[in-house]
């Protein structure tokens, strides 16, 4: 199992920001994936998750701004963030929805700043 994160950056408050994630090493369509969060001295939370039938769930400090997307074609998940706030500065990782801790890759650091 692989996670590749990627599409962080530095951006001021209220920009917006497209993760991608490119999954290998298992059946993609048949897993409920997610994607998690963690800001310096934080622990590593869930912040979106999607079903295999593409129902979401969103933490509520990002509903309304984040939306999570998967393409099973292209065994990739995707992380569409709207009006990013400083508080949303962290790295971000996909894997599962109930997450492998032998898989975790190396995120990508989203530092929202002015």
């Known amino acids: 199992v692989q996670f590749v994160e990627s599409g962080g950056g530095l951006v001021q408050p209220g920009e917006s920001l497209r993760l991608s994630c490119a999954a290998s090493?298992?059946?993609?369509?048949?897993?409920?994936m997610g994607w998690y969060r963690q800001a310096p001295g934080g622990q590593r939370d869930l912040v979106a998750s999607?079903?295999?039938?593409?129902?979401?769930n969103y933490a509520d400090s990002v509903k309304g701004r984040f939306t999570i997307s998967r393409d099973n074609a292209r065994n990739a998940v995707y992380l569409q963030m709207n009006s990013l706030k400083p508080e949303d500065t962290a790295v971000y990782y996909c894997?599962?929805?109930?997450?492998?801790?032998?898989?975790w890759g190396q995120g990508t650091q989203v530092t929202v700043s002015s």
């Open positions: 090493g298992f059946i993609f369509s048949m897993s409920a």
């Open positions: 894997n599962f929805r109930s997450p492998d801790s032998t898989a």
């Open positions: 999607i079903g295999t039938g593409k129902y979401a």
